[in-house]
Nanobody, 117 residues
Framework: VQLQASGGGLVQVGGSLRLSCVAS????????MGWFRRAPGKEREFVAR????????DYSHSVKGRFTIARDRAENTVHLQMNSLQPEDTAVYYC???????????WGQGTQVTVSS
């Protein structure tokens, strides 16, 4: 499984960005895809996840109400729409995929998000 993330960049406070992550191979309904982030000097933290059937989404408290995760089954892609961005959202964002069948977690390369004040 390979994951290719894109969409990061530099944005001003209050702005928006949309991250995308394309997964190779097959994704089944019991799989999950999500996003984590690592800010400078901090541990990696959970941001959001979605199960591939689309019946469940989870968000960290810090992004709930501002970020939206969605999946595109046809493109095998998960998107993270980030609105009302704040300087504390500055981080490298990583997508991941949990394979329910293989009980494995796969990670993509990071994409940098920088929010300037």
């Amino acid at each position: 499984v390979q994951l290719q993330a894109s969409g990061g960049g530099l944005v001003q406070v209050g702005g928006s960005l949309r991250l995308s992550c394309v997964a190779s191979g097959r994704t089944s309904d019991n799989d999950e895809m999500g996003w984590f982030r690592r800010a400078p000097g901090k541990e990696r933290e959970f941001v959001a996840r979605i199960n591939w059937s689309g019946s469940r989404t989870d968000y960290s408290h810090s992004v709930k109400g501002r970020f939206t995760i969605a999946r595109d089954r046809a493109e095998n892609t998960v998107h993270l729409q980030m609105n009302s961005l704040q300087p504390e959202d500055t981080a490298v964002y990583y997508c991941n995929k949990f394979s329910a069948e293989l009980r494995e977690v796969y990670w993509g390369q990071g994409t940098q998000v920088t929010v300037s004040s």
